[in-house]
């Protein structure tokens, strides 16, 4: 692995060459750090022409960072609010309780502990819930979309990514999604399922990978864009 480093617009962008085949583009929170990971055999005058063409994204997404700065870590607490499937609740603890559990309703989460319980305990219990209820969700998902598009996926997984919504492997097919995404709405977790299904037939962010998203998912763009809307909570 080898790193360099270019100048787009005013921009220092970090090159970091892997033994991949296709270009990944992320930029880093919360001063808006681009890295750019390219193929070995790239020459940097081919690298300086996909940047170039991407200059208006990044500063795009470099000022969505700077106008929506990093939320304060949650401390898990009573009165903070979290989001589940695009909705805000109010997040409520219940001491004293002989079992741990999360239970919804229309307006609040409530978080069942024993007494005396500790941050990690409530995030962790949060988030086992959170992982919970997409694997619910998933399969029905999945069994709407194989068909469409015409893919098995072989195996799928949920965790926790901080630059991405999800990544596949077109070799194995097998799909992983970001736990996140249940805070999303409904939507948005199918949006990005759907995307990753499609990389399966095209590995790539060309024409026919859009052209593909757009004969399966339409409103593709619109979902897109409700993703990156942010969430303002403690969550």
């Not at 055999?41 to 929506?68: C, D, G, P, V």
């Amino acid at each position: 692995m080898s790193h360099n480093q270019l100048e787009i617009d005013g921009i220092v962008i970090n090159i970091i060459r892997k033994p991949i085949k296709n270009i990944h583009l992320r930029i880093y929170p919360p001063h808006g750090e681009v890295r750019v990971s390219v193929p070995l055999r790239f020459s940097m005058a081919l690298i300086h022409r996909q940047l170039e063409a991407k200059s208006a994204w990044i500063h795009a997404q470099r000022a969505r960072l700077t106008q929506n700065p990093p939320q304060p870590s949650p401390r898990f607490e009573s009165g903070e609010h979290h989001y589940f499937l695009g909705k805000s609740f109010a997040f409520v603890i219940h001491e004293n309780s002989q079992q741990a559990k999360i239970v919804i309703d229309d307006r609040f989460i409530h978080c069942f502990t024993k007494a005396d319980s500790t941050v990690t305990i409530r995030e962790v219990l949060l988030k086992s819930w959170y992982r919970e209820q997409m694997k619910a969700v998933l399969p029905q998902l999945l069994q709407k979309w194989e068909p469409i598009i015409g893919v098995n996926v072989n195996s799928w997984g949920i965790k926790l990514m901080k630059t991405r919504w999800g990544s596949c492997n077109v070799r194995a097919q097998r799909i992983w999604l970001n736990l996140n995404l249940i805070k999303k709405p409904l939507v948005c977790l199918e949006y990005v399922l759907v995307h990753e299904m499609v990389h399966l037939l095209e590995a790539s962010h060309n024409k026919r990978f859009h052209a593909l998203m757009t004969r399966f998912m339409p409103q593709w763009r619109d979902y897109q864009k409700q993703l990156e809307n942010p969430m303002v909570s403690s969550s």
